[in-house]
């Protein structure tokens, strides 16, 4: 989002008319009341207006809405309880209930028609086994120990790629075996988990899993919930399906929300104040295989439509166009918002396209995380240049050039990836990643199993590679004074890189228990100075005020909301997709874009 000044003046406009829309809701609103079992009212109850029945929407193309076709999805609203342990909820056009939820307590579901404007009694819990059960994810996992902290945290690293761990489906009690089978589907997918934790993990956590269900009391809690939530709404639309996967997204200047499905190979347009959507199909292009390029790697999923794979969205700075990283293919997808037509521009080389942005010169920058790459499209030049970075050892960059064979044999259903010894820094597979551009025009990467970062300059060509002292970083965005915020993601922090000074500030996350988060990414609102971040194991997402060095949590409704991306409109609302992989694993099965107003 590094537009220039009429395109900002688009997307503030565009933001305008999104608020006041959002105004215009029903004037009916409720007044909740709600207190503990002794009359006294309870702060910061989480009150979440439900439908009672999801929205019809058309399901004709294989489960999902025809291409093109417009939807209407009913918008799901929380708000929490002041100090009074009221909260004002608006009504909603369709049949609604509420569910409130406060950890401690007894959730409780009531239809609007029940409500009647008496206080409403919420029970506190008892059952050491049931308040376990209402902790987030990161608390649950902050009791794995593996009497090796370094293990720990290549687990937490490799084992949380793509969902959380502590979550319900991933402490329930399971033999070795069966971790061990879990595990091994896991690397085929692409995780890096060394040769030798592959080898121990699963029997220590079938023993943990057993001693923690026995024991439940071990189970800390989460973070609290501050009383300045009352000053928040947060608002949900429901998108896709279990099978779905909303990867990442983007705010454009056009006001819409434009959201990826990664398994399904559909961009989803949607209108955040009204709950409106519309689905594109991405066609594939002839000669395109169904898992494009990694055809094996979702033979075991139940289904899916994965020829591109979208993995990352960017809008051009010029006319608005939206860039799209297929990282099944070797090209980059161009969607026109206006004509909702899509074009390729394909590569002759480059594996993975990953995290995608623009310079001021509307020209595409990219990460190709599986080639040790960074790519550059010159849109007015219709000309790629592919930048590499530099190996660890001769043996990674054997690798690496060896990376295409290796996913075509898992096409044929030879799991090389099972077989392949691998060491504890995942030599072979660098892995750039997150990727953005200063205001002076270099491109900065994030390389995530080195411990480094990355600028290149486009002016001259030249990779400057630089050690972080934390590991794992993973995205990383710019902020306006040119400083890098990177997340540290099983370091449950955050950090800022001063290229003026070749200097980093390392940031805890205020996650309970201390350094059980691991942040997937962040993005920094350049207009308030305010850093925003994935709560990605503890269903969060964090801000972080820079002037004062305040940090403030935002709790989100369902339990496994974990998210991989931040967009930020002009007016500071935030958007999230909860984009865990696989979605069944979210509390409800159900993936949603989610939007949050902090006051």
Request: glycine fraction near 6%.
């Amino acid at each position: 989002m590094h537009a220039g000044i009429p395109h900002l003046a688009k997307k503030i406009a565009a933001a305008g008319m999104a608020c006041a829309a959002l105004l215009a809701m029903p004037a009916g609103a409720v007044s909740i009341t709600v207190k503990d079992p002794n009359g006294k009212p309870l702060p910061t109850v989480m009150v979440s207006r439900q439908p009672v029945k999801a929205a019809a929407v058309d399901t004709s193309d294989n489960g999902y809405p025809a291409s093109g076709k417009p939807q209407q999805a009913y918008v799901e609203l929380a708000r929490f309880t002041d100090a009074q342990g009221q909260a004002d909820i608006p009504a909603a056009e369709h049949p609604w209930k509420i569910r409130l939820r406060k950890p401690g307590y007894q959730d409780l579901n009531l239809l609007a028609a029940d409500l009647g404007g008496k206080p409403i009694v919420m029970a506190a819990e008892s059952d050491p086994a049931a308040l376990a059960e209402q902790q987030p994810a990161n608390a649950w996992s902050s009791t794995i120990d593996f009497a090796n902290a370094a293990l720990k945290k290549e687990f937490m690293l490799q084992c949380n790629f793509c969902h959380q761990q502590g979550g319900a489906m991933l402490r329930r009690e399971r033999s070795a075996d069966e971790w061990d089978s879990a595990i091994r589907r896991m690397v085929r997918y692409g995780a890096r988990l060394s040769t030798e934790g592959q080898k121990a993990i699963p029997a220590l956590l079938e023993a943990h899993w057993k001693k923690i269900h026995a024991n439940p009391l071990l189970v800390p809690a989460g973070t609290p919930w501050n009383p300045v939530l009352a000053q928040a709404t947060i608002r949900e639309l429901p998108i896709g399906d279990s099978m779905s996967q909303m990867h990442d997204l983007l705010l454009h200047t056009n006001g819409m929300v434009y959201v990826g499905d990664n398994l399904q190979d559909r961009v989803y347009e949607v209108d955040p104040a009204t709950g409106k959507y519309t689905v594109y199909k991405i066609p594939p292009r002839p000669g395109d295989q169904l898992g494009g390029l990694l055809a094996g790697r979702l033979r075991d999923f139940p289904k899916h439509e994965t020829y591109q794979g979208i993995h990352s969205l960017a809008e051009s700075p010029k006319d608005g166009h939206i860039f799209i990283t297929p990282s099944y293919q070797r090209r980059l997808i161009e969607f026109d918002p206006k004509t909702k037509a899509f074009s390729y521009h394909e590569m002759d080389s480059g594996f993975y396209p990953h995290t995608v942005r623009f310079d001021a010169k509307d020209r595409v920058w990219f990460t190709l995380a599986l080639s040790n790459q960074v790519g550059m499209y010159d849109r007015a030049a219709n000309q790629f240049t592919l930048y590499d970075l530099p190996f660890r050892s001769l043996m990674e960059r054997i690798t690496v050039k060896l990376t295409p064979f290796i996913f075509k044999l898992l096409g044929w259903g030879i799991p090389i990836a099972n077989y392949v010894k691998v060491d504890h820094v995942s030599t072979g597979v660098p892995l750039p990643y997150g990727i953005d551009v200063t205001p002076d025009g270099k491109a900065w990467i994030a390389r995530l199993h080195t411990d480094e970062i990355a600028s290149v300059d486009p002016e001259t060509g030249k990779v400057t590679m630089i050690k972080t002292p934390f590991s794992a970083p993973r995205r990383l965005r710019s902020d306006r004074d040119g400083n890098l915020w990177i997340v540290a993601f099983n370091e449950s922090q955050i950090a800022r890189y001063t290229p003026s000074t070749g200097q980093f500030l390392r940031l805890d996350l205020p996650v309970v228990p201390k350094g059980s988060d691991t942040p997937y990414s962040l993005n920094v609102d350049r207009a308030r100075h305010q850093v925003w971040v994935n709560g990605t194991n503890s269903d969060s997402v964090y801000r972080y005020d820079i002037a004062s060095g305040a940090w403030s949590m935002f709790p989100m409704q369902r339990h496994v909301t974990f998210t991989r991306d931040v967009e930020i409109s002009p007016k500071g609302q935030v958007y999230v997709t909860s984009a865990s992989f696989p979605s069944w694993h979210i509390e409800d099965a159900q993936p949603t874009l989610i939007e949050i107003t902090p006051r």
